[in-house]
């Protein structure tokens, strides 16, 4: 029973044949599979679909031909037959041959990437259908090797289950610390100290909030009159009611409005057709929990989809993009003179001081985040209108202030870095441990596959 043979998959998998159209009596009132996830579960949906579709039946294998090789791969254990798109292929198979605990963790394995890289013209890349798949020469053991093997699996599966809850449970932490400590900066805890050796200076804009406001009432004034910024109706000045907490002294209560310009670079808030040349395509999507692009992610535009988007607005370089639709609230600074298209999920803020990077961390914070939350519209996804954005209410420091708070929090956020490091190296290593553990295990040819079964 402990020998292994090569076989092909069609020996112990047989495909159901058959496929419906959506119209057709007999898949009418079925629900429909939307998805197996990579742990193997089925999710049902009463969502119809515009594509053909197969039958699946209690006790059916069931493979998502996009998704095989990442473990999308599920018995139907259900007391009534679905339907799923042709994207899957549904099977029934001979259980005195495979144990599908074993092989819905087989295909999961490098052994399995390797035989359809070498066995199927496009390998993972392709769309996997029954004709590709069910003619897979593989090394398969008897079912009572494929037992201890999954037992084997279930246990070391326990095992980084636990590390896995105990390494997300360190990347939540890591989460709130940085919330935590931009919280602290715009409430001025963080530079409680730093205000004692610099007291408020009456008339000074480096030590006074209400004179740094007048200068860029003046700014915005002077841009309004030279028409590069629209003159706006004014906001209500904000009351008691929304202020969240009490400021230290020397700082004031503004709206977004009166110390940024805040704009949507793409007010027609129409996709722009992708391209193979051109510029890269930006959402929140591109963007990490640090704010950084990566401009690998994506699609690309072309240039006159940039040209058009430019015309609206002019980007400077202290400009940074804040999310207003679904991920509300990731901010990424805009880098110039790198070109970009930019999704209409953002708006791109400029404040009118050439000093930004208080203002960015402000928008980051649960201050801002909270206003956010309760003023986006939930019909599908949220979504913030650029007036509620506008009429955000800030704790707004003096220059020299700002300043020390984005030593003080950069200093802070590079220490959590360095956590949030360290904790996707663990999980990046629990990743590979299983791997290994996957090859050695379906290796016919391994040495340490007879410490695995001995174990």
């Known amino acids: 029973m402990g020998e292994w043979r090569q076989v092909k998959i069609g020996d112990f998998l047989s495909a159901r044949k058959g496929k419906y159209k959506p119209v057709d009596k007999v898949v009418a009132g079925l629900q429909r599979v939307d998805k197996i996830d990579f742990s193997g579960k089925i999710h049902l949906s009463e969502k119809g ?24 791969v599920a018995v139907y254990h259900g007391e009534k037959p679905v339907v799923a798109t042709i994207h899957y292929s549904t099977y029934t198979f001979d259980e005195s041959l495979v144990s599908i605990d074993y092989f819905r963790r087989f ?10 890289k070498e066995q199927v013209r496009g390998g993972i890349k ?12 593989i090394n398969l053991p008897g079912v009572e090797t494929q037992n201890k093997i999954v037992k084997k699996f279930i246990k070391i599966e326990n095992e980084l289950s636990e590390l896995s809850v105990g390494i997300d449970s360190q990347a939540t932490l890591i989460k709130q610390l940085r919330q935590a400590v931009l919280q602290e900066a715009v409430e001025g805890k963080l ?4 205000r004692k050796q610099h007291p408020v200076v009456k008339g000074d804009p480096q030590f006074d909030a209400v004179m740094l406001l007048a200068q860029i009432r003046l700014e915005k004034e002077r841009l309004v009159k030279e028409r590069k910024i629209r003159k706006e109706k004014p906001l209500p000045p904000v009351t008691d009611t929304d202020k969240p907490f009490d400021l230290p002294d020397g700082w004031l209560w503004a709206r977004l409005c009166e110390i ?18 051109g510029v890269p395509f930006i959402s929140p999507v591109n963007v990490d ?55 209409y999920s953002v708006s791109v803020i400029t404040p009118y001081l050439d000093y930004y990077q208080y203002i960015m961390h402000l928008m ?15 019909n599908t996804i949220p979504d913030l209108g650029m007036k509620t954005i506008r009429a955000f209410v800030l704790p707004f420091p003096p220059l020299a202030e700002q300043q020390a708070i984005v030593a003080r929090v950069d200093s802070l956020m590079a220490v959590i870095d360095g956590l949030e490091k360290q904790v996707a190296e663990r999980k990046e290593q629990a990743q590979l441990l299983m791997q290994t553990v996957l090859r050695e295990a379906f290796d016919s040819d391994s040495v340490a596959q007879q410490s695995i079964l001995n174990d």
Request: glycine share 6%; proline share 5%.
């Open 49 to 72: 679909s515009k594509t053909d579709l197969i039958m699946v039946f209690p006790g059916d294998l069931l493979i998502s031909g996009i998704n095989v090789a990442k473990g999308a």
């Open 107 to 116: 295909v999961r394995s490098s052994i399995f990437e390797e035989t359809l």
């Open 126 to 137: 392709t769309e996997i259908k029954p004709k590709d798949f069910l003619p897979l020469q």
């Open 191 to 194: 530079t409680a100290e730093w």
């Open 260 to 277: 940024c310009d805040a704009q949507d670079p793409n007010p027609s808030h129409r996709m722009p057709q992708a391209s193979q040349e």
């Open 289 to 343: 929990s640090r704010g950084i692009i990566d401009f690998r992610i994506g699609k690309k535009v072309n240039h006159e989809v940039l040209k058009y988007q430019k015309s609206l607005f002019e980007i400077k370089n202290n400009s940074f993009a804040f999310a207003r639709i679904g991920t509300i609230g990731t901010v990424f600074k805009l880098l110039l003179p790198q070109n970009y298209c930019l999704s």
């Open 364 to 378: 980051s914070s649960q201050t801002v985040l909270r206003q956010a939350t309760h003023g986006a519209t939930t």
